[in-house]
Protein backbone atom coordinates (compact mmCIF):
# COMPACT_ATOMS: atom_id res chain seq x y z
CA UNK A 1 0.00 0.00 0.00
CA UNK A 2 1.69 3.06 -0.81
CA UNK A 3 1.94 6.10 1.88
CA UNK A 4 -1.04 8.36 0.13
CA UNK A 5 -3.16 5.32 0.51
CA UNK A 6 -2.43 4.23 4.23
CA UNK A 7 -2.97 8.18 5.09
CA UNK A 8 -6.35 7.71 3.53
CA UNK A 9 -7.15 4.33 5.64
CA UNK A 10 -6.03 5.66 8.64
CA UNK A 11 -8.57 9.06 8.26
CA UNK A 12 -11.50 6.83 7.43
CA UNK A 13 -10.79 4.54 9.92
CA UNK A 14 -10.10 8.01 12.63
CA UNK A 15 -13.38 8.34 15.23
CA UNK A 16 -12.54 12.14 14.33
CA UNK A 17 -13.79 14.27 11.57
CA UNK A 18 -17.22 15.05 9.75
CA UNK A 19 -19.88 12.51 9.73
CA UNK A 20 -19.37 11.79 6.27
CA UNK A 21 -16.06 11.11 4.10
CA UNK A 22 -16.06 11.19 0.46
CA UNK A 23 -13.91 9.63 -2.10
CA UNK A 24 -13.87 9.73 -5.99
CA UNK A 25 -11.34 7.48 -7.89
CA UNK A 26 -10.77 7.89 -11.72
CA UNK A 27 -8.68 4.58 -11.80
CA UNK A 28 -5.38 5.94 -10.94
CA UNK A 29 -5.38 3.69 -8.15
CA UNK A 30 -5.64 0.59 -9.98
CA UNK A 31 -2.05 0.95 -11.22
CA UNK A 32 -0.68 0.09 -7.38
CA UNK A 33 -1.94 -3.69 -8.53
CA UNK A 34 -0.08 -3.48 -12.07
CA UNK A 35 -1.44 -5.82 -14.57
CA UNK A 36 -3.46 -8.37 -11.64
CA UNK A 37 -6.46 -9.19 -12.71
CA UNK A 38 -8.09 -9.32 -9.32
CA UNK A 39 -6.85 -8.34 -6.18
CA UNK A 40 -8.14 -9.90 -2.95
CA UNK A 41 -8.78 -7.93 0.22
CA UNK A 42 -9.38 -10.78 3.38
CA UNK A 43 -11.53 -10.60 5.85
CA UNK A 44 -11.59 -7.11 7.94
CA UNK A 45 -14.40 -4.50 9.08
CA UNK A 46 -13.75 -0.29 9.10
CA UNK A 47 -15.30 1.97 11.82
CA UNK A 48 -17.37 3.79 9.47
CA UNK A 49 -19.96 2.40 7.11
CA UNK A 50 -19.09 1.94 3.51
CA UNK A 51 -21.41 3.05 1.06
CA UNK A 52 -19.37 2.34 -2.54
CA UNK A 53 -20.58 2.62 -6.08
CA UNK A 54 -18.14 1.53 -8.91
CA UNK A 55 -18.34 3.09 -12.58
CA UNK A 56 -15.87 -0.11 -13.98
CA UNK A 57 -15.40 -3.27 -12.86
CA UNK A 58 -16.31 -5.86 -10.68
CA UNK A 59 -16.43 -6.23 -6.81
CA UNK A 60 -17.56 -9.72 -5.22
CA UNK A 61 -18.23 -8.90 -1.54
CA UNK A 62 -19.02 -11.34 1.13
CA UNK A 63 -20.42 -11.40 4.87
CA UNK A 64 -21.75 -14.00 7.63
CA UNK A 65 -24.63 -12.69 5.95
CA UNK A 66 -24.28 -13.63 2.56
CA UNK A 67 -22.33 -12.66 -0.65
CA UNK A 68 -23.23 -10.08 -3.36
CA UNK A 69 -21.41 -9.16 -6.99
CA UNK A 70 -21.40 -5.33 -7.36
CA UNK A 71 -21.28 -4.45 -11.15
CA UNK A 72 -20.92 -0.71 -12.71
CA UNK A 73 -23.68 1.75 -11.75
CA UNK A 74 -24.59 -0.19 -8.56
CA UNK A 75 -23.67 0.47 -5.05
CA UNK A 76 -22.77 -1.50 -2.27
CA UNK A 77 -23.41 -0.71 1.61
CA UNK A 78 -21.49 -2.07 4.63
CA UNK A 79 -22.81 -1.20 7.74
CA UNK A 80 -20.32 -0.28 10.48
CA UNK A 81 -18.06 -2.55 11.99
CA UNK A 82 -19.48 -5.87 9.22
CA UNK A 83 -16.79 -7.89 8.68
CA UNK A 84 -16.61 -8.76 5.44
CA UNK A 85 -14.18 -9.73 2.38
CA UNK A 86 -14.06 -7.98 -1.34
CA UNK A 87 -12.19 -8.91 -4.74
CA UNK A 88 -12.11 -6.44 -7.05
CA UNK A 89 -11.60 -8.00 -10.74
CA UNK A 90 -10.80 -5.80 -13.88
CA UNK A 91 -9.80 -2.24 -14.61
CA UNK A 92 -10.98 -0.46 -11.46
CA UNK A 93 -12.86 3.21 -10.77
CA UNK A 94 -15.56 4.84 -8.26
CA UNK A 95 -16.53 6.37 -5.68
CA UNK A 96 -18.50 6.53 -2.64
CA UNK A 97 -18.47 8.06 1.24
CA UNK A 98 -17.50 6.69 4.75
CA UNK A 99 -20.61 6.90 7.51
CA UNK A 100 -19.64 7.38 11.24
CA UNK A 101 -21.53 5.13 13.19
CA UNK A 102 -23.99 8.18 14.49
CA UNK A 103 -24.90 9.28 11.05
CA UNK A 104 -26.29 5.36 9.82
CA UNK A 105 -30.04 5.56 11.55
CA UNK A 106 -32.36 5.10 8.81
CA UNK A 107 -29.45 2.79 6.99
CA UNK A 108 -29.67 -1.04 6.15
CA UNK A 109 -28.60 -2.55 9.49
CA UNK A 110 -27.12 -5.59 6.94
CA UNK A 111 -25.27 -5.04 3.86
CA UNK A 112 -27.39 -4.63 0.73
CA UNK A 113 -27.01 -3.56 -2.90
CA UNK A 114 -28.33 -0.49 -3.75
CA UNK A 115 -29.44 1.33 -6.71
CA UNK A 116 -27.78 4.92 -7.42
CA UNK A 117 -29.18 7.88 -8.73
CA UNK A 118 -27.60 11.42 -10.35
CA UNK A 119 -28.22 13.09 -7.81
CA UNK A 120 -26.34 10.95 -5.55
CA UNK A 121 -23.46 10.35 -7.96
CA UNK A 122 -22.89 14.87 -7.85
CA UNK A 123 -23.27 15.01 -4.07
CA UNK A 124 -20.52 12.60 -3.71
CA UNK A 125 -18.65 14.30 -6.65
CA UNK A 126 -18.78 17.77 -4.96
CA UNK A 127 -18.09 16.15 -1.14
CA UNK A 128 -14.99 14.68 -2.22
CA UNK A 129 -13.43 18.30 -3.46
CA UNK A 130 -13.44 19.34 0.33
CA UNK A 131 -10.59 17.90 1.39
CA UNK A 132 -9.58 16.38 5.03
CA UNK A 133 -11.11 18.68 6.84
CA UNK A 134 -12.39 18.17 10.62
CA UNK A 135 -15.57 20.45 10.49
CA UNK A 136 -18.20 20.44 8.13
CA UNK A 137 -19.52 24.29 7.57
CA UNK A 138 -23.47 24.74 7.24
CA UNK A 139 -23.27 24.23 3.80
CA UNK A 140 -21.51 21.26 3.70
CA UNK A 141 -23.83 19.87 6.31
CA UNK A 142 -26.57 20.32 4.18
CA UNK A 143 -25.04 18.49 1.39
CA UNK A 144 -24.05 15.76 3.43
CA UNK A 145 -28.10 15.44 4.63
CA UNK A 146 -29.26 15.18 0.98
CA UNK A 147 -26.85 12.49 0.32
CA UNK A 148 -27.74 10.67 3.59
CA UNK A 149 -31.43 11.02 2.58
CA UNK A 150 -30.64 9.79 -0.78
CA UNK A 151 -28.96 6.98 0.26
CA UNK A 152 -31.96 5.84 3.23
CA UNK A 153 -34.60 6.14 0.07
CA UNK A 154 -32.34 3.78 -2.45
CA UNK A 155 -34.07 0.70 -3.59
CA UNK A 156 -32.59 -2.12 -2.87
CA UNK A 157 -30.94 -4.65 -5.88
CA UNK A 158 -31.52 -8.05 -6.72
CA UNK A 159 -28.10 -9.29 -6.32
CA UNK A 160 -27.75 -9.86 -2.85
CA UNK A 161 -27.02 -13.36 -2.23
CA UNK A 162 -27.83 -14.90 1.28
CA UNK A 163 -26.46 -17.89 2.81
CA UNK A 164 -28.28 -20.16 4.90
CA UNK A 165 -26.69 -21.10 8.37
CA UNK A 166 -27.83 -24.68 8.43
CA UNK A 167 -24.69 -27.00 7.60
CA UNK A 168 -26.95 -29.06 5.39
CA UNK A 169 -28.27 -26.16 3.48
CA UNK A 170 -24.99 -24.52 3.56
CA UNK A 171 -23.69 -27.75 1.54
CA UNK A 172 -26.21 -27.52 -1.12
CA UNK A 173 -25.72 -23.89 -1.65
CA UNK A 174 -21.91 -24.43 -2.20
CA UNK A 175 -22.48 -27.14 -4.56
CA UNK A 176 -24.78 -24.94 -6.44
CA UNK A 177 -22.36 -21.85 -6.53
CA UNK A 178 -19.45 -24.48 -7.73
CA UNK A 179 -22.07 -26.48 -10.43
CA UNK A 180 -24.56 -23.60 -11.14
CA UNK A 181 -25.53 -26.02 -14.34
CA UNK A 182 -26.84 -28.62 -12.00
CA UNK A 183 -30.67 -28.77 -12.20
CA UNK A 184 -31.22 -32.03 -10.53
CA UNK A 185 -34.51 -31.75 -8.62
CA UNK A 186 -35.31 -30.43 -5.05
CA UNK A 187 -36.02 -33.87 -4.07
CA UNK A 188 -32.48 -34.82 -5.36
CA UNK A 189 -31.02 -32.11 -3.28
CA UNK A 190 -32.99 -32.63 -0.15
CA UNK A 191 -31.96 -36.44 -0.35
CA UNK A 192 -28.54 -35.52 -1.12
CA UNK A 193 -28.50 -33.77 2.46
CA UNK A 194 -31.00 -36.52 4.41
CA UNK A 195 -33.92 -34.60 4.48
CA UNK A 196 -37.38 -34.28 2.91
CA UNK A 197 -38.22 -31.67 0.13
CA UNK A 198 -40.88 -30.22 2.45
CA UNK A 199 -38.33 -29.91 5.28
CA UNK A 200 -35.62 -28.40 2.46
CA UNK A 201 -38.25 -25.82 1.17
CA UNK A 202 -39.20 -24.52 5.08
CA UNK A 203 -35.42 -24.18 6.06
CA UNK A 204 -34.21 -22.76 3.01
CA UNK A 205 -37.35 -19.82 2.90
CA UNK A 206 -36.76 -19.53 6.39
CA UNK A 207 -33.03 -18.74 6.54
CA UNK A 208 -32.72 -17.29 3.39
CA UNK A 209 -36.50 -15.37 3.30
CA UNK A 210 -36.42 -17.44 -0.61
CA UNK A 211 -37.88 -20.46 -1.96
CA UNK A 212 -34.59 -23.01 -3.08
CA UNK A 213 -35.77 -21.80 -6.51
CA UNK A 214 -35.18 -18.68 -6.40
CA UNK A 215 -32.44 -18.52 -4.55
CA UNK A 216 -30.65 -21.19 -7.18
CA UNK A 217 -31.64 -18.78 -10.03
CA UNK A 218 -30.05 -15.65 -7.72
CA UNK A 219 -27.34 -18.03 -7.47
CA UNK A 220 -26.85 -17.88 -11.39
CA UNK A 221 -27.42 -14.49 -11.58
CA UNK A 222 -24.30 -13.98 -10.12
CA UNK A 223 -22.21 -16.27 -11.67
CA UNK A 224 -23.73 -14.63 -15.07
CA UNK A 225 -22.43 -10.95 -13.65
CA UNK A 226 -18.89 -12.50 -13.00
CA UNK A 227 -18.74 -14.64 -16.30
CA UNK A 228 -20.03 -11.27 -18.52
CA UNK A 229 -17.92 -8.78 -16.89
CA UNK A 230 -14.86 -11.55 -17.74
CA UNK A 231 -15.93 -11.05 -21.40
CA UNK A 232 -17.30 -14.32 -22.01
CA UNK A 233 -19.74 -14.94 -24.95
CA UNK A 234 -23.15 -15.13 -23.94
CA UNK A 235 -23.98 -18.55 -25.36
CA UNK A 236 -21.05 -19.42 -23.16
CA UNK A 237 -22.63 -18.20 -20.26
CA UNK A 238 -26.00 -19.62 -20.60
CA UNK A 239 -24.17 -22.92 -21.53
CA UNK A 240 -22.22 -23.13 -18.18
CA UNK A 241 -25.06 -22.23 -16.25
CA UNK A 242 -27.33 -24.92 -17.60
CA UNK A 243 -29.78 -23.13 -19.55
CA UNK A 244 -31.45 -25.11 -22.11
CA UNK A 245 -30.90 -21.97 -24.44
CA UNK A 246 -29.23 -19.22 -24.96
CA UNK A 247 -32.65 -17.40 -25.19
CA UNK A 248 -34.07 -19.02 -22.15
CA UNK A 249 -31.15 -17.55 -20.55
CA UNK A 250 -31.87 -13.59 -22.01
CA UNK A 251 -35.09 -14.18 -20.95
CA UNK A 252 -34.00 -14.78 -17.15
CA UNK A 253 -31.57 -12.07 -17.31
CA UNK A 254 -34.29 -9.39 -18.65
CA UNK A 255 -36.47 -10.08 -16.26
CA UNK A 256 -33.89 -9.67 -13.02
CA UNK A 257 -32.34 -6.84 -14.59
CA UNK A 258 -34.95 -4.71 -17.29
CA UNK A 259 -31.85 -5.62 -19.80
CA UNK A 260 -30.50 -8.11 -21.83
CA UNK A 261 -26.78 -8.91 -20.77
CA UNK A 262 -25.32 -6.64 -23.65
CA UNK A 263 -27.52 -3.82 -23.15
CA UNK A 264 -26.30 -4.22 -19.62
CA UNK A 265 -22.84 -4.65 -20.14
CA UNK A 266 -22.77 -1.72 -23.45
CA UNK A 267 -22.40 1.59 -21.87
CA UNK A 268 -20.01 -0.08 -18.02
CA UNK A 269 -18.26 3.08 -18.85
CA UNK A 270 -20.74 5.34 -18.91
CA UNK A 271 -24.03 5.93 -16.91
CA UNK A 272 -27.00 4.18 -19.04
CA UNK A 273 -28.30 2.50 -15.91
CA UNK A 274 -28.29 5.02 -13.87
CA UNK A 275 -10.54 4.19 -5.41
CA UNK A 276 -9.96 0.89 -5.76
CA UNK A 277 -8.25 0.92 -2.52
CA UNK A 278 -11.23 2.92 -1.19
CA UNK A 279 -13.44 0.49 -2.16
CA UNK A 280 -12.18 -2.53 0.31
Known amino acids: MSH ?26 ASEYGDQKTHFHDWHRHYRGQFYCIESGLVHARTAHGSWLL ?36 LPDQPRVLGVNELMRALVRRASSWGRCK ?14 DEMRRAPHEPLYLPMPVDRRLQRIAQAVLEQPDDNRALEDWAARAGLSARSLSRLFRAETALSFAQWRQQARLCRALEHLADG ?49
Open 232 to 280: QPVATVADRLGYASVSAFIAMFRRAFGHSPARYFEHAGGHALGGQPAIA
Open 71 to 106: PPHRAGWIPPGELHTVSLSGPMSGWGVFISPEACPG
Open 135 to 148: RLDAEQERVTAVLL
Open 4 to 29: AHKQFHEWIESRDGPAVIAYWDEGEA
